[in-house]
């Protein structure tokens, strides 16, 4: 397929392709090195890429994909968002990841204009005020700083379509959402499943309660309820760590890590379903924090809940406070009954919380 374009927007500048593919232009930052050296070995017909997945799927590890599923992938999405030739796509996601990588194929495969700006907690900054009615994906940190400010609501209004993943989406920011005019999708998918498999439509008369998969593709559960992805492309399913409530083989709702759960006198419960009513309290108090629910061990019980918040301590009076509503709000079994503290939380090479550092950082 020939090139629509003869250039890409990159940092609020125009690349010519031809100086990309010439190796003229090599990037002054390393975001910009990578995204030219993907778009040389896509345009000069690179068959087969390697990818380092997040484990999503157990142990972090590299998987070849190839170019007829990254285009499949990119298609299907496309088709289901209304997304086609000559609109603009706003990258400002890392390529070396997934999420960025698809963003490229989605425009060198289907003629999109690429519009591409260094990875950051608030992308609309960077961007031109007359880019609009393009599409972006976005991760849930970066759309709710940019839902924080005023000024860039009229342009995610103006955007065509928003996808958002990464990470799970809390129910505070699926309330802002749903303000916006422009339609905002929750994607679920992986390395593994060459991006996106699923989208939920979080905004509008429309809004979705659960994922619903995209054409070709669809889910089952194993014996932990952890999904199972069955793709039209792949010789075999997909096994996921992800526990999963089915609603029917093509729409699912997702409860947590199966490896997150945690274990209480012999009742399991997912620590991402805690987060998200907790979230709801924090939020009512005031209190805007990285947080997340792990465990400790227990004498009697084997582990117990704790919640674990990013910096300073509370203070007392508020702790206490906290503690208090979180037991009036959750079952007995599951409200946390200890805060724990860290100046900062790590996190993996793509940005999400370090679930497992973090919890060995506490304990």
């Known amino acids: 397929m020939s090139y629509l374009f003869e250039s890409i ?25 990578s995204v030219f050296d993907f778009i040389r070995l896509w345009l000069n017909g690179t068959t087969t890429f390697t990818q380092q997945t997040s484990g999503s799927t157990g142990v972090p590890k590299k ?5 007829n599923q990254m285009i499949a992938s990119a298609a299907r999405t496309l088709k289901a968002i209304g997304v086609g030739e000559a609109d603009a796509a706003l990258l400002c996601l890392h390529p070396d990841f997934i999420a960025g990588k698809m963003m490229l194929v989605r425009a060198l495969a289907f003629n999109l204009k690429i519009e591409a700006v260094e990875p950051s907690s608030d992308p609309l900054q960077q961007v031109r005020d007359d880019f609009q009615n ?18 860039r609501i009229n342009q995610l209004n103006r955007m065509k379509v928003i996808l958002l993943g990464g990470a799970p989406v809390n129910k505070t920011l699926v309330k802002k959402i749903s303000t916006l005019q422009c339609p905002v999708f929750a994607t679920y998918g992986m390395t593994e499943t060459v991006s996106n498999i699923a989208l939920q439509k979080l905004n509008g008369p429309d809004a979705q309660k659960n994922f619903t998969t995209l054409p070709q593709i669809s889910v089952s559960t194993d014996e932990r309820s952890c999904l ?6 792949a010789d075999l399913p997909v096994i996921t760590n992800d526990v999963a409530e089915l609603v029917s083989k093509t ?7 199966w490896d997150h759960v945690i274990n209480i006198g012999g009742i399991k419960i997912n620590p991402e379903e805690l987060e998200q009513q ?3 309290i924090l939020q009512a108090k ?8 792990g465990s400790l061990p227990h004498e009697k019980l084997g582990e117990q809940p704790v919640l674990i918040m990013e910096g300073d301590p509370l203070g007392p009076e508020v702790e206490a406070g906290l503690i208090e509503e979180l037991k009036q709000q959750l079952k007995q079994h599951e409200a ?20 497992p550092e973090i919890l060995k950082a506490i304990r």
Do not use: W
Request: contains cysteine; positive net charge.
């Open 9 to 33: 927007r990159i940092n609020q500048r125009t690349v010519a392709i031809s100086a990309i593919l010439s190796g003229k232009e090599t990037g002054r930052t390393l975001f910009e090195s």
């Open 286 to 293: 005031g209190i805007v924090r990285p947080f997340l629910i």
């Open 134 to 151: 393009g599409f972006a994906a976005f991760v849930p940190m970066q759309l709710q700083n940019m839902l924080d400010n005023p000024q």
């Open 228 to 233: 199972v992805i069955h793709l039209p492309d």
């Open 63 to 67: 998987i070849t994909i190839t170019r």
């Open 278 to 280: 907790a979230g709801v």
């Open 251 to 257: 729409s699912f709702r997702i409860r947590g890590r």
């Open 336 to 355: 946390p009954r200890q805060i724990r503290y860290l100046t900062k939380f790590s996190c993996t090479a793509s940005g999400k919380l370090n679930r």
